[in-house]
Antibody, heavy 112, light 112 residues
Framework: EVQLVESGGSLVQPGGSLKLSCVASGFTFSNYWMDWVRQTPGKSLEWIGEINTDGSKTNYAPSIKDRFTISRDNAKSTLYLQMSNVKSDDTAIYYC?????WGQGVMVTVSS | DIVMTQGALPNPVPSGESASITCQSSKSLLHSNGKTYLNWYLQRPGQSPQLLIYWMSTRASGVSDRFSGSGSGTDFTLKISSVEAEDVGVYYCQQFLEYPRTFGGGTKLELK
């Protein structure tokens, strides 16, 4: 059974940093591109970015480019999202996805 | 960015009736390979989004045949025949033709 389990969400101050993790199981992690998607409170979904199978290529949404970095460790079957210089607009549930599977999401709150 | 615009449903929808959800893209999602790069998702209350339809009209594994997708290059419809209680939630369309991947604002389905 495919499972994606995110962790690392918390309350962080504006301008701060946070690193989210997503541990994958039930499939060969190194064979799949992975994505991060977020959902702001009461609002729609926003694609954040993706990473290819070996981590050599990434694509990002303009809204977070140069502030967020996606990486992966295939040996640990783990996907990461490094968030820097966070803003209040980054408050959201963050989902790790491998089409068509989604994790349960992790909450990030940016507030002073 | 490609803008995805979803229509509203005349809620609540009587159980057993059909419902059609519309989505419009600001640019054609029809690729030269003949495929249309559109997904449909359902997010049930308290759950992560679930992929229903990809390539505009292909049902994802395990999805009921009560769900069907259709459309042209810019105008799309998700039809749910004989709406049931488990269909309640918010439906999203998403384009994956170009970066950044973009979602529609969501269409809520409520059951009568």
């Amino acid at each position: 059974e495919v499972q994606l389990v995110e962790s690392g969400g918390s309350l962080v101050q504006p301008g701060g940093s946070l690193k989210l993790s997503c541990v994958a199981s039930g499939f060969t992690f190194s064979n799949y591109w992975m994505d991060w998607v977020r959902q702001t409170p009461g609002k729609s979904l926003e694609w954040i970015g993706e990473i290819n199978t070996d981590g050599s290529k990434t694509n990002y949404a303009p809204s977070i480019k140069d502030r967020f970095t996606i990486s992966r460790d295939n040996a640990k079957s783990t996907l990461y999202l490094q968030m820097s210089n966070v803003k209040s607009d980054d408050t959201a549930i963050y989902y790790c996805t491998r089409r068509p599977y989604w994790g349960q999401g992790v909450m990030v709150t940016v507030s002073s | 960015d490609i803008v995805m615009t979803q229509g509203a449903l005349p809620n609540p929808v009587p159980s057993g009736e059909s419902a059609s959800i519309t989505c419009q893209s600001s640019k054609s999602l029809l690729h030269s390979n003949g495929k249309t790069y559109l997904n449909w998702y359902l997010q049930r209350p308290g759950q992560s989004p679930q992929l229903l339809i990809y390539w505009m009209s292909t049902r994802a594994s395990g999805v009921s045949d009560r769900f069907s997708g259709s459309g042209s290059g810019t105008d799309f419809t998700l039809k749910i025949s004989s709406v049931e209680a488990e269909d309640v939630g918010v439906y999203y369309c998403q384009q994956f033709l170009e970066y950044p991947r973009t979602f529609g604002g969501g269409t809520k389905l409520e059951l009568k």
